[in-house]
């Protein structure tokens, strides 16, 4: 058994109220918080002078579909001052899927968020720019859910499985479309102002 | 020998099976490839491209980067839902003649891709003539799928791009 982590230990004290649970195993230190207190807690851990992480390495989600809350939304960070990493987790509901965004904390976190909700459909609020970002226009419904249909397509060319484009192709997209970037997708809210 | 009514005195189907003959013979050895590489395989495409398996020695080393430029098309690596559209356009601003070649599984089948995003084969949305199977395949593999190209023009075959609307048609009416 390693020794109690002393970032847990800090962390409980600081945050006994909103840490649901932490778990230390093989070095790997992994603090559970409630979703309301998600963004005072990050600030903490950024700005606090015991932890110091100051590297977003990571966002992304889990879909456990039987449990409750459905999904976890996983944050990785890692202090470069004091070389030392911490997993963060939050629950969030299948009925509200919805976080806070971390990117006024962290800038690197916008491409996250954004693949978190492309591929699990949780909304990330405040988000100054919350498009798809794999998948493409057209597209329907977020394939890393678990519940999603495994055999479900949506084509963009006309194809010998799908021959008729006005019944089966979603939408035809043209080579430009993807340069040029696509529209805003629902959920989206528009970036601040400056 | 046909009979030759024609005042140029050049009308006699001899002469254009020749030049026939002549066009195929420049064209097997002047194929400029065009590299849609998407994964692995465009790793081993440049292995064929190098020195060490030069198909220079064919005369099919001037890479064109431009539909416009390349009368063969190797799709080398998966090709998902959403580039698909990009191929496709390439593919159709290709100038006639012109030849595809399906190197690997992905761009074969989808490869061990069987999922939202993956194409199931290009054959689905563009006629291919020449499939290179492996996963990726090695070099020698694909310049035995480039002597297949080179084989065909020789002999004149069909390609795959003259029945594709009849496997299209017959598909559709399903």
Redesign the interface.
């Known amino acids: 058994m390693s020794p109690a982590s002393s970032v847990l230990e800090h962390i409980r004290e600081r945050f006994s109220d909103h840490v649901l649970e932490t778990l230390s195993f093989r070095g790997d230190d992994t603090v559970v918080v409630k979703r309301d207190a998600l963004l005072s807690f990050m600030r903490f851990l950024r700005d606090d002078p015991e932890m110091s992480f100051d590297f977003l390495m990571d966002v992304t989600a889990v879909d456990w579909l039987e449990r409750e809350p459905r999904y976890e939304v996983v944050y990785h960070l890692y202090s470069s001052g004091k070389n030392r990493r911490l997993r963060v987790k939050t629950r969030v509901p299948d009925d509200d899927p919805e976080v806070e965004t971390v990117t006024g904390i962290w800038k690197g976190a916008n491409w996250f968020e954004r693949e978190v909700w492309d591929m699990y459909g949780i909304r990330v609020k405040g988000h100054p720019d919350l498009r798809r970002i794999l ?2 226009d057209g ?1 329907e419904g977020h ?1 890393l859910r678990k519940d ?1 249909q ?1 055999d ?10 799908f ?2 484009p006005e019944k089966d192709v979603r939408r ?4 430009t ?2 340069m040029r970037g696509s529209g805003r997708e629902e959920g989206a809210q528009e970036p601040e102002k400056d | 020998m046909a009979k030759n009514d024609s005042s140029d005195g050049l009308g006699s189907p001899i002469l254009l099976t020749r030049f026939e003959k002549v066009l195929s013979w420049a064209r097997k050895y002047s194929l400029w490839p065009l590299p849609f590489g998407t994964a692995c395989c465009a790793i081993e495409f440049m292995a064929v491209v190098g020195t060490h398996y030069d198909i220079s020695r064919y005369g099919w080393e001037v890479v064109r980067f431009s539909p416009r430029q390349a009368d063969l098309l190797i799709v080398a690596g998966t090709v998902n839902y959403k580039i698909a559209p990009a191929l496709k356009t390439i593919y159709e601003q290709m100038l006639e003649p012109k030849w595809v070649i399906a190197m690997g599984a992905c761009a074969t089948c989808g490869g061990f891709y069987n999922n939202y995003s993956v194409v199931q084969g290009v054959d689905r949305f563009i006629p291919v003539d020449v499939y290179v199977p492996g996963c990726p395949p090695k070099p020698e593999s694909l310049i035995d799928g480039m002597m297949m190209i080179k084989e065909m023009i020789e002999k004149g075959e069909p390609r795959a791009r003259e029945s594709w609307e009849e496997k299209w048609k017959e598909r559709y009416e399903k």
Do not use: C, G, W
């Open positions: 998948m493409y597209f394939p999603y495994k479900l397509r949506h084509p963009t060319v006309p194809s010998l499985d021959p008729d035809v997209i043209k080579a479309d993807l």
